[in-house]
């Protein structure tokens, strides 16, 4: 079973800071890896989508990298702004229709 | 432009009263999918359709239950929700279930709802 673990699981930096979020996954056969926004109270949306081909994908200040055989992916956000506080969430989507899920780090920018 | 609907957004109610959850897609996507979030949690997979094809995830309580009259609307039922069914409950969308690598779910705003 496909198990998906965010670390940490909260964090908190001064507006300006680079963020970097780490995602880890335990099996790599999988068809792609996601990272979603969700803000307090909302839905999930989709920031970036990395197909298992690929080392990387980048969104303007977001930039997301994926390694396959290591089973993690890091979500990188330059200069971070107070309007990215929200929990970023990454999931893998395995070779069935399912994503897994992991339960997300909660980031808050500091003005 | 909404994409994914869910009405209500923010839904009260009582102990073992039945509740009903929409969610309206406007993509005319076949799969349809219902998660919950419980607060600080990864999103849990309850149920799908494709198309009117119903999928109940094994471990899915029988108090939920799920109908898709047409390809825009599901609903998400539940029978006689208790304290522990208070969640997030998100709607998601895709064009197929097996399709390749760029394939992705597109979610609604959720609905919250509160149990007393």
């Known amino acids: 079973k496909q198990e998906v673990t965010q670390i940490p699981a909260a964090l908190s930096v001064p507006e300006g800071e680079n963020l970097v979020l780490n995602c880890s996954f335990t099996d790599s056969a999988i068809y792609n890896l996601q990272w979603f926004r969700q803000d307090p109270g909302k839905g999930l949306t989709s920031l970036l989508l990395i197909q298992s081909s690929q080392r990387e994908q980048t969104s303007g200040r977001l930039n997301a990298s994926l390694d396959k055989s290591s089973g993690r992916s890091t979500l990188y956000i330059a200069a971070s702004q107070p309007g990215d506080s929200a929990t970023y969430l990454c999931?893998?989507?395995?070779?069935?229709?399912?994503?897994?899920f992991g339960a997300g780090t909660t980031v808050t920018v500091r003005a | 432009d909404a994409m994914v609907i869910q009405n209500p957004r923010y839904q009260v109610t009582q102990f073992g009263k039945p509740v009903t959850l929409s969610c309206s897609q406007t993509l005319n996507h076949n799969v349809m999918y219902w998660y919950q979030q419980k607060s600080s949690q990864a999103p849990k997979l309850l149920f799908h359709y494709y198309d009117k094809d119903f999928n109940n995830e094994a471990d899915t309580p029988d108090n939920f239950q799920s109908r898709r009259p047409n390809t825009s609307f599901c609903f998400l039922d539940i029978r006689s929700p208790g304290l522990g069914d208070a969640a997030m409950y998100l709607c998601?969308?895709?064009?197929?279930?097996?399709?390749?690598?760029?394939?992705?779910?597109?979610f609604g705003p959720g609905t919250r709802l509160t149990v007393l």
């Open positions: 999931a893998v989507r395995p070779h069935d229709y399912k994503l897994s």
């Open positions: 998601a969308t895709s064009r197929e279930l097996f399709r390749d690598g760029t394939d992705t779910q597109y």
